[in-house]
């Protein structure tokens, strides 16, 4: 079964804007991973959030976490025709099994 | 980051005949391999989660005997799907744990 939901489930937005993704769980963690995959491959890592972390930046990435609200976000800054893939998030670590969220598919348009 | 390798990429078959799987862990050594199935526009879900030297763990609903996993070596495991049918096709993919997960380029399986 899915952990989580995530919101919206399908995306589109003009290249250059912000796109905004969110997850929300439904237990406890230690802590959250996001992963996009492009279609029909696999997934590719793209940030972790530990528990006792609010917020966490990588390049254009930007990730909440909000353990009270179970609720997790996802902000691509100035978004690329490269960016349009499926992002979800996922529970778990190293060598515990990782549980999925349903996923975004964000498509951005040139 | 950590290079798995999954093969084939794409396979067709024959109601009936079983398909065999290799993911590779090429520069790490993956004592816990999982496999996952995908069906399109949803999320991943885990089949098993495989440990080099013993028998795989099944999630619930996935019948062992119909995919039968090896993890003979730390850096390889294979997922057979034996006699399938067309219900059986899907996209699956692997993944080799190295404190995060590192995932396959997937394998598209198609029964006729």
């Known amino acids: 079964s899915q952990q989580g939901e995530e919101d919206p489930q399908a995306l589109s937005i003009q290249e250059g804007e912000n796109a905004t993704m969110n997850c929300s769980y439904k237990t406890s963690i230690n802590n959250l991973q996001w992963y996009r995959q492009n279609s029909g491959r696999g997934l590719v890592h793209l940030i972790l959030?530990?528990?006792?972390?609010r917020e966490k930046h990588s390049g254009r990435l930007r990730v909440t976490l909000d353990t009270s609200k179970k609720s997790s976000s996802l902000l691509i800054t100035a978004s690329r025709a490269a960016d349009t893939a499926s992002y979800f998030c996922?529970?778990?670590?190293?060598?515990?099994?990782?549980?999925f969220g349903t996923g975004t598919r964000l498509t951005i348009i040139p | 980051g950590a290079v798995v390798s999954q093969h084939p990429s794409w396979v067709i078959c024959k109601s009936g005949t079983s398909v065999k799987i290799e993911c590779r862990s090429l520069d790490f050594q993956a004592t816990t391999m999982f496999w996952y199935r995908q069906f399109p526009k949803q999320s991943l879900m885990l089949m098993a989660t495989?440990?080099?030297?013993?028998?795989?763990?099944?999630e619930q609903g996935v019948e062992k005997d119909k995919f039968l996993i090896n993890h003979a070596s730390l850096t390889l495991s294979t997922l057979t799907v034996t006699s399938a049918h067309p219900e059986d096709s899907s996209f699956y993919i692997c993944s080799g744990a190295k404190n995060i997960q590192y995932f396959g380029a997937g394998t598209r399986l198609s029964v006729l």
């Open positions: 996922a529970t778990g670590f190293g060598n515990e099994k990782l549980t």
């Open positions: 495989s440990n080099e030297g013993s028998k795989a763990t099944y």
């Open positions: 959030i530990r528990s006792n972390e």
